[in-house]
């Protein structure tokens, strides 16, 4: 969907390194999501966000930090990266009502050497 | 936590065969949302069920979510090429969570 943009959609970075990932809605939705994407796992949750300033750990959460100081954006930071998060990410958000669908952006596809 | 189980992990099917595939869940959910992701795209909302004992349908498409609300299924009848690509269930918790946790999701292939 062109509400939901991602960037970089490809990165490559060397272990130890700081790397972030942007996500951005146009929609104000409440809720935005990160997950991660690895064969034989699915997608698994990182860190949520119910709003502004109000953000929570997923499934997977180690060996990263997120923020989300405006509604639209919310960044996910690998503090130093390493191998093993070699992966495709998607950012996802929702508007507030329960039982909305989530809308995914394109993918950032980050390789860890 | 919560887990959500979807079997297969792989499907091959010729062209106008039927695939269904089966997602559990570890606790009962208060919703469960269906995605289907192209080869090299983004997930993408397919459908929704919240009651318990649901069916609904989409053209060659029919999904049901269980009775005990912990299961549900997805059933492509006579599947055809475009259906290619990896189908996640997502299931929402009853404890007020708003974080859906997906399946490890069915790849189907369709040969011609």
């Known amino acids: 969907d062109a509400g939901i943009t991602q960037s970089p959609r490809y990165k490559i970075t060397e272990t130890g390194r700081q790397v972030t990932l942007m996500c951005h809605q146009t929609?104000?939705?409440?809720?935005m999501f990160w997950y991660r994407q690895d064969l034989g796992h699915g997608l698994r949750l990182i860190y949520y966000?119910?709003?502004?300033?109000?953000?929570d750990k997923g499934e997977v959460p180690d060996g990263y930090v997120v923020s989300r100081s405006k509604t639209e954006n919310f960044p996910l930071t690998l503090e130093s990266a390493t191998r093993s998060q070699t992966s495709v990410y998607f950012c996802?958000?929702?508007?507030?009502?329960?039982?909305?669908?989530?809308?995914f952006g394109n993918g950032t596809r980050l390789t860890v050497t | 936590g919560q887990q959500v189980m979807q079997i297969p992990q792989y499907q091959h099917v010729q062209e106008g065969e039927d695939f269904t595939t089966y997602c559990n869940s570890s606790?009962?959910?208060?919703?469960i949302q269906w995605y289907k992701q192209r080869p090299g795209g983004h997930p993408v909302f397919l459908i929704q069920?919240?009651?318990?004992?649901e069916v609904k349908k989409q053209k060659r498409l029919t999904f049901q979510f269980g009775e005990a609300k912990k299961n549900s299924s997805l059933h492509i009848t006579a599947t055809q090429t475009t259906d290619v690509g990896t189908y996640f269930c997502?299931?929402?918790?009853?404890?007020?969570?708003?974080?859906?946790?997906f399946g490890t999701g069915t790849r189907l292939k369709v040969l011609a």
């Open positions: 996802a958000s929702r508007a507030g009502t329960l039982n909305s669908p989530l809308h």
């Open positions: 929609w104000s939705h409440s809720y």
């Open positions: 966000s119910a709003a502004a300033d109000i953000t």
């Open positions: 606790t009962t959910l208060s919703n």
């Open positions: 069920l919240v009651k318990s004992g």
């Open positions: 997502a299931g929402l918790g009853t404890s007020g969570t708003y974080k859906y946790i």
